[in-house]
């Protein structure tokens, strides 16, 4: 269950993130206005808090394991709302990415000295 949470809790940053990003954007270099980069910006506030609730303690190890669900969720992001097709490469990089997250933080790890 707590791989589970963890997991949810990453799609939810991802989200967070990644959407409040693209808000900047398009209210920025799309010029669609200020409401856009308000949202935007309450979005990333969000992604903040959102990392918080990670059942590990160490702040670096989520935002390690987070940047690699950044790039897949990314990518998948723009699949979806840009229409943007990656090629093999990019979703080689984003499947090393997604295993780079699950090592980080889903390895056994001994009791620390």
């Given at each position: ?43 990333l ?36 709302v ?32």
């Open positions: 269950m707590t791989v589970l949470r963890s997991l949810v809790l990453f799609a939810l940053a991802a989200l967070a993130e990644i959407g409040g990003a693209w808000l900047v954007w398009q209210g920025w270099r799309e010029q669609r206005g200020l409401w856009w980069i308000a949202a935007g910006v309450v979005a506030g969000c992604y903040g808090f959102v990392a918080t609730f990670q059942p590990d303690a160490n702040f670096g190890r989520i935002l390690a394991a987070y940047g690699g669900v950044f790039v897949a969720g990314s990518l998948g992001w723009a699949m979806v840009d229409g943007f097709r990656p090629d093999r490469w990019d979703l080689a990089g984003a499947a090393l990415c997604l295993l780079g997250v699950a090592v980080i933080m889903y390895a056994p790890r001994g009791t620390p000295a």
